[in-house]
C-alpha cells in the first residue's frame, strides 16, 4: 500500500508528532472562530508556505491536493449559491487553509506516530470504559494509510475506462470502487484478527 508520509528533513519532519496535531486543533479553532477575509488569507499564505516547504516537486504537491480542493470548490460554491458572496469566501479560505497544513502534517508524520499519539489521546476515555485506546487508534491508522489508496484505485478506475474508450460517469467508476476498497478492508481486518492485534472485550 502507498503511503501519504514522505521523506525529508524538513523543520515540520523534526517537528514532534504531538505538536503537530496540538497546533492542527488549534488552527482548527482559530480558523472557525473569524470571518475576516484578510487575517484567512493570511492564513492560507502561511499554511501554504508551510506545505510547500517540504521538499515535493510542485506537481507532486498540487496532485496530492486535488481531490481535497475540488471537495473544497464545489463547497464554496453552494455555499454561494445559497449565502452572500463574504460567507463562500470565508469558508473557501478557511478550508483551504486547514487542508494545506493538515497535508503538511501527513506529509511529515509516520502512521505509527499517528497511531501512538491517537491512542495516547484515547486513553483517559478507556478508563471511563467508553473505547479500547488501541483499537481508536488502529483505526484512525488505517484511515490515514487507505487515503491513498483509495486515490490510486480511482485513478487506475479512471484509466481502464479511458483505455476502453467508456466515458467516465461516477456511477461507473464508484462502484467498483467501493467494491474494491471494502474487499481490501475485509482482507485487511481478516489479517487483524489472525495476528490477534485488535483486543476484544466481552
Known amino acids: 500500500m502507498q503511503s501519504l508520509y514522505v521523506e525529508g528533513d524538513s523543520f515540520m519532519h523534526r517537528f514532534p508528532a504531538r505538536s503537530k496535531l496540538l497546533v492542527l486543533a488549534i488552527l482548527g479553532i482559530i480558523l472557525f472562530t473569524t470571518r475576516n477575509i484578510p487575517l484567512l488569507s493570511i492564513g492560507v499564505l502561511m499554511t501554504g508556505a508551510v506545505y510547500f516547504s517540504l521538499g515535493l516537486y510542485f506537481g507532486q504537491a498540487i496532485a496530492r491536493l486535488k481531490p481535497v480542493l475540488l471537495t473544497i470548490l464545489v463547497v464554496a460554491l ?17 478550508l483551504t487553509a486547514l487542508m494545506l497544513f493538515a497535508a503538511a ?10 497511531i501512538d499519539e491517537i491512542t495516547l489521546l484515547a486513553r483517559p476515555l478507556e478508563r471511563a470504559g467508553l473505547v479500547a485506546a488501541n483499537d481508536v487508534g488502529l483505526a484512525v491508522g488505517l484511515v490515514v494509510r487507505f487515503v491513498p489508496e ?10 481502464a475506462h479511458a483505455a476502453r474508450g467508456i466515458k467516465v460517469r461516477p456511477v461507473t467508476v464508484l462502484a467498483p470502487l467501493i467494491i474494491l476498497t471494502l474487499r481490501d478492508a475485509d482482507n485487511i481486518a481478516t489479517a487483524i484478527d489472525a495476528r ?3 483486543r476484544h472485550v466481552s
Open 150 to 159: 483509495i486515490l490510486s484505485r480511482y485513478q487506475a478506475i479512471k484509466e
Open 78 to 94: 453552494f455555499s454561494l449559491l445559497f449565502n452572500p458572496w463574504h460567507g463562500a469566501v470565508v469558508a473557501l479560505l478557511r
Open 196 to 198: 490477534g492485534v485488535r
Open 105 to 114: 502534517v501527513t506529509a511529515t508524520t509516520t502512521i505509527s506516530e499517528f
